[in-house]
């Protein structure tokens, strides 16, 4: 099946120890997303790429950055992990371009800082 | 600024009832929503999506109605089951049906009792 995959899906780190965040796509979308969630509310989207163009949020930390090396993937760094920072951490794709616009899930990453 | 919000923060309901979970946009250029199931712990699960040329859209065991007159759009979940536990959340790509931010009403808790 078709898939949004991320790893891991936990993550422990250290305060201010750079983390790396996995996210990879079997379902051929041009657009990747990173999205940040806290406990209950609503996904709040970082950045995403749509194919290699990087577009980022206004609000978004220079804490984080992010790559897309392929189609199939995309990293999410967080060079100076806060304790602010701990959080689930969603990645969707999408396919623009085909009038389509909905967005598909990964299942999370769940970041602790320590 | 433009909006998606929920009018219900939580619905309590027994198995086998009927649910309705109720999402109010503020943009009236809004042409395309989409209904996301979120589980404890895991990424938003896309269940049914409606554009606004649509008043009704059906899916398996779940319907969205959407008035355009009072910007207000529902999802209907038939014979509701303890797996439809969960957080929903409706969503609204920008434009429509590009891609980029969804913006998120703040998310619907339904608990289903047996």
């Known amino acids: 099946d078709a898939m949004v995959i991320q790893n891991p899906r936990y993550q422990v780190t250290q305060f201010g120890k750079p983390v790396t965040l996995s996210c990879s796509q079997t379902?051929?979308?041009?657009?990747m997303y990173w999205y940040q969630q806290k406990s209950s509310q609503a996904p709040k989207l970082l950045f995403h790429y749509y194919d290699k163009d990087f577009n980022n949020e206004a609000d978004t930390p220079d804490n984080f950055q992010s790559r897309r090396p392929n189609t199939s993937f995309c990293f999410l760094d967080i060079r100076s992990p806060g304790l602010g920072d701990a959080a689930m951490y969603l990645c969707?794709?999408?396919?623009?371009?085909?009038?389509?616009?909905?967005?598909?899930f990964g299942p999370g990453t769940r970041l602790l800082v320590l | 600024g433009e909006s998606v919000g929920l009018h219900l923060p939580t619905l309590s309901v027994q198995e086998g009832d009927n649910s309705i979970i109720n999402c109010a946009y503020s943009n009236s250029a809004s042409d395309y929503f989409i209904w996301y199931k979120q589980e404890s712990g895991k990424g938003p699960q896309f269940i049914i999506d409606?554009?606004?040329?649509?008043d009704k859209r059906q899916g398996q065991r779940v319907t969205v109605l959407l008035n355009k007159t009072v910007k207000h759009l529902s999802l209907q979940i038939a014979a509701t089951q303890p797996g439809d536990s969960a957080v929903y959340f409706c969503a609204e790509p920008p434009g429509g049906t590009s891609y980029g931010k969804l913006t998120f009403g703040q998310g619907t808790i339904l608990t289903v009792h047996p």
């Open positions: 379902l051929n979308h041009n657009v």
């Open positions: 969707a794709t999408s396919r623009a371009g085909t009038g389509v616009g909905a967005q598909y």
């Open positions: 409606i554009r606004s040329n649509m």
